[in-house]
T-cell receptor, first 116, second 112 residues
Framework: AQSVTQLDSQVPVFEEAPVELRCNYS??????LFWYVQYPNQGLQLLLK??????LVKGINGFEAEFNKSQTSFHLRKPSVHISDTAEYFC??????????????FGTGTSLTVIP | ETGVTQSPTHLIKTRGQQVTLRCSSQ?????VSWYQQALGQGPQFIFQ???????GRGNFPPRFSGLQFPNYSSELNVNALELDDSALYLC???????????FGPGTRLTVL
C-alpha cells in the first residue's frame, strides 16, 4: 500500500511571495499523482495531475508541480501567491494492483495561509 | 461546479442506526468513488465502482457498502453506525478517458 506524506501541515506566506508545498509518496511503481485544493465547506478541486510524460506539470491558478521519481516527490509550487489561494491543499496518489484493484491515497493536507 | 451532486448535505444519526448517502455523477461518467474525510484529515478511499461493479476497495469494514445504478447515480450505505463514522463523505465521478475525478460537495454525517 502507498503512503502519502505532506511534510508541512501549515504554511504561512506573505502575499506575492513564492510558495512550495511538499509531498512525498512511498512507492514509485506506476502511479498517478494529483494535487487538489479544498476551500472551507466545499469539495475538492483538481489543481493538476501527473500521468506520464514531462515531469513538470502546469495546472490551474498558476500552480505547477514537478514529479521526481528518484526522490518519490511531487512538490507543488507557485511563484507569487494571492489572498485567494488561502485553502487546504491535498496531495494524492492512485495505483492499481490485481489484489486490490484501483486505490487512492491522500495526504493529510497542508493549510496554506496567505498573509496580506 | 463539477456537475456532481450529493444528498443530503447534512445528516444526524445515532449509534447503531443505518444510513444511505446518495450521489449523482456527471452524465456519461461510468466510474464513481466514495471517500470519508474526518475533520482535519485527508480523504480516505472507501471504494470505487465502474459500470455497477466494485473495482477497488480501501481499508473499510463490510458494513460500508455501495451501489451504482445505470442512470449515473450511486449510494453509500453504512450499517451499525459508530461514533467514529462522523465525517464528511465525498463522492467523485470520472469519465472513461479522463483520469480525473470530479468531486461533489459532500454529505456531513454526524453520529451521536
Amino acid at each position: 500500500a502507498q503512503s502519502v506524506t505532506q511534510l508541512d501541515s501549515q504554511v504561512p506566506v506573505f502575499e506575492e511571495a513564492p510558495v512550495e508545498l511538499r509531498c512525498n509518496y512511498s512507492s514509485s511503481v506506476s502511479v498517478y499523482l494529483f494535487w487538489y485544493v479544498q476551500y472551507p465547506n466545499q469539495g475538492l478541486q483538481l489543481l493538476l495531475k501527473y500521468l506520464s510524460g514531462s515531469t513538470l506539470v502546469k495546472g490551474i491558478n498558476g500552480f505547477e508541480a514537478e514529479f521526481n521519481k528518484s526522490q518519490t516527490s511531487f512538490h507543488l509550487r507557485k511563484p507569487s501567491v494571492h489572498i485567494s489561494d488561502t485553502a487546504e491543499y491535498f496531495c494524492a496518489v492512485s495505483d492499481w494492483s490485481e489484489a486490490t484493484g484501483n486505490q487512492f491515497y491522500f495526504g493529510t493536507g497542508t493549510s496554506l495561509t496567505v498573509i496580506p | 461546479e463539477t456537475g456532481v451532486t450529493q444528498s443530503p448535505t447534512h445528516l444526524i444519526k445515532t449509534r447503531g442506526q443505518q444510513v444511505t448517502l446518495r450521489c449523482s455523477s456527471q452524465s456519461g461518467h461510468n466510474t464513481v468513488s466514495w471517500y470519508q474525510q474526518a475533520l482535519g484529515q485527508g480523504p480516505q478511499f472507501i471504494f470505487q465502482y465502474y459500470r455497477e461493479e466494485e473495482n477497488g476497495r480501501g481499508n473499510f469494514p463490510p458494513r460500508f457498502s455501495g451501489l451504482q445504478f445505470p442512470n449515473y447515480s450511486s449510494e453509500l450505505n453504512v450499517n451499525a453506525l459508530e461514533l467514529d463514522d462522523s465525517a464528511l463523505y465525498l463522492c467523485a465521478s470520472e469519465g472513461d478517458r479522463e483520469n480525473e475525478q470530479f468531486f461533489g460537495p459532500g454529505t456531513r454525517l454526524t453520529v451521536l
